[in-house]
């Protein structure tokens, strides 16, 4: 498959996509023994030479993963015309690449958050073939009953079809609001505070403490995070029925 030269060479860990189409420009960069051109794709069999260096295309960069302990109040994406926070402006530095949102947080929900470097593990962990379970804490404003219990587990018809908490155990309560731990399999849009908003009640807390094998320590603060070893990347690969470097190079 063909990709533009600079985005090939950024995630090799060459240097940043600015930093590559610079040595492009100023000639320092020759495909096949010719000067690069301008936006110009490979298909992987080249040779390149990049600043008199010959390039291996085909080693593998290592996988990186982040659980970020989200805060309410910040939003999951690399610019607001609100001038929100965002959590990008709290990850750590990059070479090359980008950190990419495995799924999404609303503003006013907080707790787990995954990033990763390969796009494609994103991808994968997203889609619902995963079957990967989404933990959550959730307090709720209202009275709940057995009924309503019964047709959160068995499923509700929503705007963009039917869904259902998989797991749902009614914990504690502190004068009007209740707490709750839900799981569910799947990510859509709001989708905790849209099923109870479904039965009338409103959800004045929700933090994720979990994603699939994942979970939110302890001991992570708010606005921090916690980058997984290679070991447990390999976990979280398997956890999806693929290997590292399954689908490296296939970032959006």
Request: charged share 25%; glycine share 10%.
């Amino acid at each position: 498959m063909s990709q533009r030269i600079q985005k090939r060479l950024a995630h090799l860990g060459i240097a940043s996509r600015r930093q590559i189409e610079s040595w492009i420009a100023s000639g320092d960069v020759l495909v096949n023994g010719r000067r690069c051109l301008p936006g110009q794709c490979i298909q992987g069999d080249e040779r390149i030479l990049v600043c008199g260096t010959l390039v291996d295309l085909h080693a593998r960069v290592p996988t990186r993963v982040l659980l970020y302990h989200k805060p309410v109040g910040e939003i999951v994406t690399r610019s607001d015309t609100q001038q929100r926070t965002t959590v990008f402006e709290r990850l750590p530095s990059l070479d090359s690449g980008r950190w990419v949102a495995v799924g999404r947080l609303d503003l006013n929900t907080s707790g787990l958050l995954l990033l990763t470097t390969d796009g494609a593990l994103a991808h994968a962990l997203m889609h619902p073939g995963s079957g990967l379970e989404r933990e959550y804490r959730v307090r709720v404003r209202g009275t709940i009953t057995e009924k309503m219990v019964s047709g959160l587990r068995s499923g509700v018809e929503l705007e963009d079809g039917t869904a259902q908490m998989d797991v749902l155990d009614v914990q504690a309560s502190t004068g009007t609001n209740i707490w709750c731990r839900a799981v569910l399999h799947e990510g859509r849009n709001r989708i905790v505070r849209r099923l109870w908003e479904s039965q009338g009640l409103e959800v004045s807390r929700l933090v994720r403490i979990r994603f699939g094998p994942l979970r939110l320590p302890d001991t992570l603060r708010a606005g921090t995070s916690l980058e997984l070893s290679p070991v447990e990347v390999g976990q979280l690969y398997r956890a999806i029925g693929k290997s590292p470097g399954h689908a490296q190079g296939q970032q959006p």
